[in-house]
């Protein structure tokens, strides 16, 4: 029972981490306005919340069997409080951060419409860091990282993210570029106090 | 029942197209992609039969600039 | 040109502007005496039976916006708004100039009728400090029951806003914000708040004290009143004139000195007017000048000489309403400058074909959408443009002028 859990505690860390590539590419891709594959704009969208929630799906079930298999020691404290734990202390830490984070992405994208646009957007950008973070820990924790196929899982998920992000950073980026950017005017902002 | 309709916070609204896809019988787009409602009132109204798509898209608006008001 | 009667209060006359001019509150007390006491009921009363609309351009009635905001029943902020953004415009900073006290009188005044706790006056900074003195006098003689806070309006066309006018008071910058909430019920803090016009305020604090057959006595029984109309362009003396609505237009050129030379048409209503015929018959009212898709609006009448191009002088404005935008909404931001540029190749004879129809287009397309009238106001413009100048269309299509030979 105890390797089934571990092995599937690894196999779906692993999932995890596949998924939440996906999920970084198709919000790069939602954000850039495009339809994708055929598929309309409406669509990308889910399709990115979709996989998100897939991914918090492999995420959990990642952190339930952790917690089930007494070879892992890990306790609930180390779901919340990240650096103090059992097993290479550090890289399981950033596997706390990763998770915190991807509960405050998905806590505040389900609470939308109450937090309004501004501080859904201010959470949401930590997707960026949330990442990077999640490989570091995959990487860093997971006893199988030195085998070839994690490495190449891995490399295939930094170069896709890697070429989303120069996509989002590139000129042409935005649909209907020609658009001017809306910004308040600077006349309308009240000086400084005389 | 009091007709429902589309409220638009241009504020908020950036153009990102999703709304005029998910109700292409209320909403075109403009020659900047920003939704133009097809009755030419200022809240386009919702009729019934397309409340469950107007919902869709006031909740997938990424800007949040949708609202259903009656 | 016109067949109605022409109505006996439809003269030049000054109300507003009766007496001395230095600002001073002594002054003003001996001339008119203190404000007498009245309710938050007798003022509602008074503003209803008078027919007070407001002077700030949209023109809609007194006594159903001080109803609102009373009626939410929560303290209420209510705010002078002399912002005065439009450029052909100078009546608010004459009224603040020369008559501050029947601007602080009435402010007063709506303070009671809406139960407000704070008031506030949104100007420029150059009327601040003598704004100020006043109040500090007022303070000193006990009139103001409610605090009066100072504000400074940005230079802008657009601060003069209802919402923006809000936003401004409230410590933000000063843009339209968007009308899913109006300010009557949640403005200035979530406080139900009172934004009027101070010519408005200045006609309160008149009628509180003489009554409201007083104030019909001016104007036209529909329009009663009198207005302040600031008189530019090709007159000899432009300036700031004080009429009852229904007064002739040539009867308001006069009193500005009459036209400087033989005029083409006239701008009424300002940069989000119309263009009318410079037929000195017309009335200045409501109802005279729909047909040309105008309305008397914050009262600025500019003279347009026939040796002048309409459409350069509209495609001027457009652009000078395209560079105000608040730049928030993308409809506005992006359709305005279009809208002026297209009209600027009409106007400096770089023809296309389909011009005037693409210029007609784009005016409908803005129209509507933004949180605030600013693209609809600029497509009224344009649009009257078009009409007025129809055959100087035609010509400049072909490359000729008719003005400018």
Known sequence: ?194 | MKQKRLHIDWTACDGRGLCAELLPELLAEDDWGFPTPRDGAAEPAVPPALEPEARRAVDRCPALALRLVS | MTGATHAPGATVERRLLAGASDGRLETHLAEHGRMPALDAGQIIGMARDAGLTGRGGAGFPVWRKLSAVAAAGRPAVVIANAAEGEPASGKDKALLAYRPNLIFDGLQLAARATGARSAHLYAPQAALGAAGRVLDARRAAGLDAVPVTLQVAPDAFVAGEESAVVAAVSGRAAAPADKLIRVIESGVDGAPTLVQNVETLAHLAMIGRYGPRWFRAAGTPEEPGTFLATVGGAVTAPGVVEAGYGVRLGDLLAAAGGPSSRLQAVLVGGYHGGWAPADPALPVSRAALEPFGAAPGAGVVLALPEQACGLRETARIAGYLADQSAGQCGPCINGLPRIAATLADLAQHRARPGLPAEVQRLARLVSGRGACRHPDGTARLVLSGLRAFEADVAAHLVGRCLATR
């Open chain 1, 1 to 194: 029972m105890t390797n089934a859990l571990w092995y599937f505690a690894r196999g779906s860390g692993v999932v995890s981490l596949v998924l939440l590539t996906v999920v970084v590419a198709l919000g790069v891709g939602a954000r850039s306005g495009r339809t994708a594959f055929g598929l309309p704009r409406f669509a990308v969208n889910l399709l990115h919340r979709n996989a998100a929630l897939l991914a918090v799906v492999f995420l959990v079930g990642h952190v339930v069997s952790l917690l089930l298999d007494s070879y892992a020691k890990l306790r609930i404290v180390d779901l919340l409080v990240p650096f103090i734990g059992n097993y290479r202390p550090f890289w399981q830490g950033l596997g706390t951060v990763a998770l915190e984070l991807v509960a405050a992405i998905v806590v505040t994208s389900l609470l939308r419409q109450r937090i309004g646009a501004r501080a859904w957007r201010a959470v949401h950008w930590l997707a960026y860091l949330c990442w990077p973070v999640a490989v570091a820990h995959g990487l860093g924790n997971g006893t199988d990282r030195s085998t070839w196929w994690l490495w190449a899982i891995t490399m295939t998920c930094a170069a896709a993210v890697a070429a989303a992000g120069a996509w989002r950073l590139s000129a042409g980026f935005a649909r209907l570029e020609h658009k001017t950017p809306r910004r308040v005017a600077r006349r309308l902002e009240l000086e400084e106090v005389r």
